[in-house]
């Protein structure tokens, strides 16, 4: 068993004070219009975006606002009681904020982004949206962080010379093409007192499949190749496929190589011809469901038919796809589903 490597980012994310130096959303709003307000947002950016000075933004934090005004309590002080050691202290302090102001700034300029891609999801799910992060520097960016609207931010370290991969996420709620819109990424590095960011809009999307449906739903019989009658009777001749397992099958049709598979429970089928096909038509399903309810079912379908190895077809209006199986087919169904009327 391998042990994770921690990394100075992780560390400081699980720092306790951490999220005292993630900004309110207030401020993050606020930030967001002031940066809008100078600089327009352009749209989605396809290519590698860089973050050179004029999109790199920076303002202090709650604690270093308090740094603020703390040396100048000390200064004032030192100036009403005439402390030459308080002198040093406050300019020697305030030599030490600007060098955080600066190394801040320097930690997240001049690094480069390029969209990820987004593997398909299942409505109700999570989208995970990737992106290369690339450091061309000959020093390491740390404590760096990547966040989307409304979701927790995700924190990194990025080594010199190459690139590092992060993955933010959102809730995928209804199926189709979900766009992440724009990015955050930001950090606070190294000691807290100034908020460096930049706002990033990549042109990316990821593929969100319907909620497939739940509870008990046995798949629709079989038929011959030809489209004319049923052929999944209970004769023993030729084997046809497999449904769902209802009680009072009998435990010999049980379709035991599929359970191991996917521990999923399937009766075989039998009819007098081998050349049986399993269709999953939009237009059997019953009239009172509504659309989105339709899909959901036939997605079950989909990945059922794939589970037990079926030769299966999908119908929809305006399009069919003939039986076939394996991954490839199973994906082209389900994104007939997802991105169906859109």
């Given amino acids: 068993m391998t042990r994770r490597k921690t990394s100075a980012g992780d560390l400081f994310g699980a720092l306790p004070f951490a999220p ?7 401020r993050i709003a606020l930030r967001d219009r002031v940066g809008d307000w100078i600089f327009p947002p352009k749209g989605p950016e396809t290519g590698p975006v860089v ?14 606002l308090m740094f603020g005004v703390t040396l100048l309590l000390m200064l004032i002080g030192s100036i009403n009681y005439n402390l030459s050691l308080g002198y040093v202290l406050v300019f020697l302090l305030a030599g030490n904020g600007m060098v955080s102001m600066l190394h801040t700034w320097r930690n997240l300029a001049r690094i480069s982004l390029r969209p990820g891609k987004a593997s398909p999801v299942f409505a109700g799910e999570f989208a995970g949206f990737r ?8 020093l390491p960016r740390m404590s760096l962080a990547v966040q989307l609207s409304g979701q927790l931010p995700e924190y990194f370290n990025a080594a010199a010379g190459r690139s590092t991969d992060v993955e ?6 209804v199926r189709g093409l979900l766009y992440p819109g724009r990015f955050r990424i930001f950090t606070t590095y190294p000691l807290g007192l100034f908020y460096a960011w930049a706002i990033i809009d990549l042109d990316m999307h990821c593929l969100v499949y319907p909620k497939p449906e739940q509870g008990k739903l ?6 011959a190749a030809s489209g004319i009658g ?14 769902t397992f209802h009680p009072g099958d009998s435990p010999r049709r049980i379709a035991w190589k599929a359970f191991a598979r996917n521990e999923i429970f399937l009766s075989k089928q039998f009819s007098g011809s081998a050349a049986a096909e399993l269709w999953l038509d939009f237009g059997d399903l019953p009239s009172t469901l509504g659309v989105e309810a339709k899909l959901s079912r036939l997605a079950r379908w989909v990945i059922e038919s794939e589970a037990a190895g079926l030769r299966y077809g999908l119908r929809l209006p305006g399009s069919e796809y003939d ?14 589903l997802a991105l169906f009327r859109q």
Wanted: net charge positive; proline share 10%.
């Fill in 20 to 26: 005292r130096l993630t900004p309110r959303a207030s």
């Fill in 51 to 64: 973050l050179g000075q004029r999109r790199v933004y920076i303002l202090p934090t709650g604690g270093g």
């Fill in 131 to 138: 992106v290369q992060v690339e450091n061309p520097g000959s």
């Fill in 168 to 173: 933010a996420k959102m809730p995928a709620a």
């Fill in 218 to 223: 046995a798949l629709p019989p079989a038929q």
């Fill in 230 to 243: 049923a052929a999944a009777g209970t004769g023993e001749e030729d084997f046809a496929g497999l449904r």
């Fill in 323 to 336: 039986p076939d199986s394996g991954a490839l087919h199973r994906d082209r169904c389900l994104q007939a």
